[in-house]
């Protein structure tokens, strides 16, 4: 007894000297991320990238296409209009959740409404989510050095964010920002930036099936559901003035999965006859073939190491049932400290998995406008480096989807030939060895699940 009464006053020194070193380590993980070669050369390509966004701002001609719909729709909602049928600009009315209004809002106030200055705000988002893209790519090393450097060479993504102005590049960057939170274990915080690039355009929501099998992965059911309540809550607490006002219209628009898209914007399917492509039928067999998709790649790739989907929840059931017959102090004290050995997930298997399910969901998607770019650029050099294809290959389907989405107007040949280029890069992300999903035991020592 005696014995045990010293251990446990050793215990706390210990734990204080454990803290001590991690916290030590976490205060020269920026040191030793920049001391990194290919860190440094991401460095010297986003300084690149600023002086190349500040030229094009300078001299390329911007052309309106939704600035003026814009400014329109949110001075509707700074007028004090609330009902989301009546905020409408000259491209229509307003389809995005509560959270672009939010964002627009501030921007017109900064910028006066006026394009130029926003170009500047926008030159600034587009190198925040460049370096953010980078710290993802330096973090999961699957690239090599040079090869970062493709994520600097789209004219489409440069035009996106600083010639057009889109909401989209609000989105990606959050969308990136959360996924960078997420390589540090903190789901919590992650899930919540992934909702506010949810309520900023809901295309995000393509990476939400692989980011919920994710979240199985690393946590309980019960973080599960109190992550997702906080996602729920930052989508309730920013439609709450529209939500008590006019729910129904609020989110019969702001959240309309079944909208229509113009087939002349398209990028993608441009080959498929107008009436087909607007068919109700054809809009729910792309479905169909993306929900298959997802089960696929979740089964057989995502699941492999847990023996596939159904076994995985299976053992997630299991747990969960035996978490619930736990009666006893001693038992329940037991289980605790064996759940506190659970696996962290490994940061390759996190983003490998998040950028599949948003190229899925790409593949499958009745329509692609040129602004969708944004939605999986930054994703193609990974996702073409996780591939068994050679470096060759990967540089020409790179250059290949580059060009079909710098074709203006897109047309039969360019949109066959993007389709076929999505689905050998998606036969290669088959095809690829699965990563192993977790951190080795002696490398998450310092490492814990939120």
């Known amino acids: 007894m005696g014995r045990t009464g010293r251990e446990a006053m050793a215990v706390p020194p210990a734990t204080t000297e454990l803290q001590s070193r991690q916290s030590e380590q976490d205060s020269s993980c920026p040191m030793k991320f920049l001391r990194n070669r290919k860190a440094a050369f991401a460095l010297a390509l986003l300084l690149a990238d600023a002086v190349l966004v500040s030229l094009i701002i300078a001299y390329v001609p911007y052309t309106k296409i939704d600035w003026d719909a814009y400014m329109s729709q949110v001075s509707g909602f700074l007028g004090g209009e609330r009902d989301y049928s009546n905020l409408k600009g000259d491209t229509g009315p307003l389809v995005y959740p509560a959270g672009f209004l939010y964002v627009y809002s501030a921007i017109q106030f900064v910028t006066g409404g006026e394009v130029y200055p926003a170009q500047i705000l926008f030159g600034i988002l587009y190198i925040i989510n460049l370096g953010i893209v980078f710290f993802i ?21 440069h035009s996106i964010f600083v010639l057009r102005l889109f909401n989209d590049c609000f989105a990606t960057m959050l969308l990136h920002a959360s996924m960078a939170v997420l390589l540090s274990q903190k789901w919590h915080v992650g899930l919540i930036i992934f909702s506010a690039a949810v309520s900023i355009k809901m295309n995000v929501l393509l990476c939400a099936p692989p980011l919920l099998l994710l979240m199985l992965k690393a946590m309980d059911i019960f973080k599960v559901v109190s992550a997702l309540a906080c996602a729920a809550l930052v989508q309730i607490l920013l439609g709450l003035p529209f939500l008590l006002s006019y729910p129904v219209a609020y989110i019969s628009r702001a959240f309309n999965l079944g909208r229509i898209f113009i087939h002349f914007w398209s990028v993608n399917f441009k080959f498929v006859p107008e009436p087909v492509f607007v068919s109700k039928g054809f809009a729910v067999s792309l479905l169909v073939v993306h929900l298959v998709l997802l089960f ?21 059931f299991l747990s969960l ?21 659970s696996k962290v997930l490994s940061q390759e298997h996190i983003v490998t998995t998040m950028f599949a399910g948003d190229f899925i969901g790409i593949v499958c998607a009745r329509s692609l406008h040129y602004q969708f770019y944004s939605w999986y650029f930054y994703s193609l050099p990974y996702l073409l480096w996780r591939t068994p294809f050679p470096t060759l290959m990967r540089i020409m ?42 951190v080795k035991a002696e490398s998450s020592s310092g490492k814990k699940e939120e």
């Open 137 to 157: 790519y330096v973090k999961t090393d699957v690239l090599p050095w040079w090869a970062l450097s493709l994520l600097c060479l789209s004219k489409r993504a």
């Open 296 to 316: 696929t790649f979740a089964h057989y790739r995502w699941c492999k190491h847990e023996g596939g989907l159904f076994n995985f929840l299976h053992s997630k």
């Open 321 to 341: 049932k035996l978490k619930f017959s736990l009666s006893s102090s001693f038992s329940q004290q037991n289980f605790h400290s064996t759940g506190s050995l």
């Open 397 to 438: 389907l790179f250059v290949g989807v580059e060009l079909c989405w710098n074709i203006y107007p897109s047309n039969i040949y360019s949109s066959v030939l993007l389709l076929c280029l999505h689905l050998i890069i998606l036969w290669g992300l088959w095809c690829a060895p699965p990563e192993y999903p977790y």
